[in-house]
């Protein structure tokens, strides 16, 4: 339902969308009667002083005009002008006052936590820009709002699940259903680190996400950065019966970058890449310079991914069907990326499989 909202003179002007005019309260209603009395008073004023000013200048042009007419002719003249800058402020006051008001009315629904106040673009150009800079306003805070709500449900949902499987085994132990030996609290250590891994990652992503992610930047090749990539996942690649096979194109320049951030990414799309290839598959790493860019790609020979997965994967916490990761790899490798002024993109292979992408500026 929408909600009307009263010109300068009192008078019901034009609804405001998306509020319900049984919210109002007393206090608005007072603040929005407070408003209006003091814009009418700066009109009246302005209206006053212009009067002025026009009855002097009529004065003045109807001189001559009264020595030949016998001063008939000032008073009409006066009032003539007189009724136009009264009509003037009238129009005003209805182009400035309402749109106005609409503004202060959706400021303070904002105020009170109702981030889907929206005003209408009219009334003069500036009106309307300032219109339309609330609304991008309102949206960007209902946005981020909504984002962190979502945020919050995850990281819980996320951290429930070590934590409970650290617990029953903890309880198992303690009541005699697990043996207390060394298989088991070793079961319980590798908890403790998907825990703390899954809480750096969070931590990552937070100095990320607000621009505060300290980089230590020196001469890097990066090359030699994904090769050490490379072989951090050389295990996990024999035990899936996966090959691993690096290119690294001759003469890369060196780069301005945080070593060990550039070896996270790369160490996150070589093992992404390792888990989706099927057995007997490769692993593809080519760095090479393109166009002003470092290009790091890698490539499996696995499904690929849906398409309408495609544009998803580097959202946080998002998981494919066949994923049991924490969702914050790709999201954390992105933001790292961005932080060196560089990019990371995905694509499926027309061949089959995925490569994903990632760019560093030569320079940058």
Same mark, same amino acid.
């Given at each position: 339902m929408r909600r009307p909202v009263s010109g300068w003179c009192g008078r019901q002007t034009r609804w405001v969308e998306g509020q319900d005019r049984d919210t109002r309260t007393d206090g608005a209603r007072w603040r929005r009667q407070q408003f209006r009395f003091w814009y009418f008073l700066v009109l009246m004023w302005l209206a006053y002083a212009v009067a002025q000013a026009v009855a002097a200048l009529s004065r003045w042009i109807a001189g001559p005009l009264a020595v030949t007419h016998g001063g008939t002719l000032q008073v009409p003249i006066i009032l003539l002008i007189l009724a136009c800058v009264i009509l003037a402020v009238g129009v005003l006051a209805r182009n400035v006052g309402s749109p106005l008001g609409d503004v202060v009315t959706a400021s303070e629904r904002v105020a009170a936590g109702d981030l889907s106040a929206r005003v209408r673009e009219q009334g003069a150009p500036w009106m309307r820009s300032v219109a339309r800079a609330f609304n991008s306003m309102t949206s960007s805070l209902d946005v981020q709002h909504r984002q962190r709500r979502e945020l919050m449900a995850d990281v819980a949902h996320e951290l429930r699940t070590p934590l409970a499987a650290m617990q029953g085994r903890l309880e198992g132990m303690l009541d005699g259903v697990y043996a207390t030996d060394r298989a088991h609290v070793s079961q319980v250590l590798d908890d403790t680190r998907m825990l703390a891994r899954l809480v750096e990652d969070l931590r990552t992503l937070a100095h990320a996400d607000s621009g505060t992610l300290a980089l230590q930047r020196e001469p890097t090749d990066v090359g030699v950065v994904a090769t050490e990539a490379a072989s951090l996942s050389r295990a996990?690649?024999?035990?899936?019966? @996966?090959?691993?096979?690096?290119?690294?194109? $001759? #003469?890369?320049?060196? %780069?301005?970058? !945080?070593? %060990?951030? @550039?070896?996270? @990414?790369?160490?996150? %799309?070589?093992?992404?890449?390792?888990?989706? $290839? =099927? =057995?007997?598959?490769?692993?593809?790493?080519?760095?090479?310079? +393109?166009?002003?860019?470092?290009?790091?790609?890698?490539? !499996?020979?696995?499904?690929?991914?849906? #398409?309408?997965?495609? =544009?998803?994967?580097?959202?946080?916490?998002?998981?494919?069907?066949?994923?049991?990761?924490?969702?914050?790899?790709?999201?954390?490798?992105? +933001?790292?990326?961005?932080?060196?002024?560089?990019?990371?993109?995905?694509?499926?292979?027309?061949?089959?499989?995925?490569?994903?992408t990632f760019t560093l500026p030569v320079g940058g």
């Open positions: 996990a690649a024999d035990a899936r019966g @996966v090959r691993m096979a690096t290119t690294v194109a $001759s #003469g890369l320049p060196l %780069l301005d970058v !945080d070593p %060990l951030r @550039v070896r996270e @990414v790369m160490a996150n %799309l070589v093992g992404n890449a390792v888990r989706h $290839s =099927p =057995p007997g598959g490769v692993v593809t790493i080519d760095v090479k310079t +393109n166009d002003g860019l470092v290009v790091a790609s890698v490539s !499996d020979e696995g499904p690929g991914i849906a #398409g309408e997965e495609l =544009p998803r994967i580097f959202d946080r916490f998002y998981k494919g069907a066949d994923s049991n990761g924490s969702g914050l790899g790709l999201t954390i490798a992105r +933001n790292l990326a961005e932080a060196h002024g560089g990019t990371v993109s995905a694509s499926n292979r027309p061949e089959g499989g995925t490569t994903l």
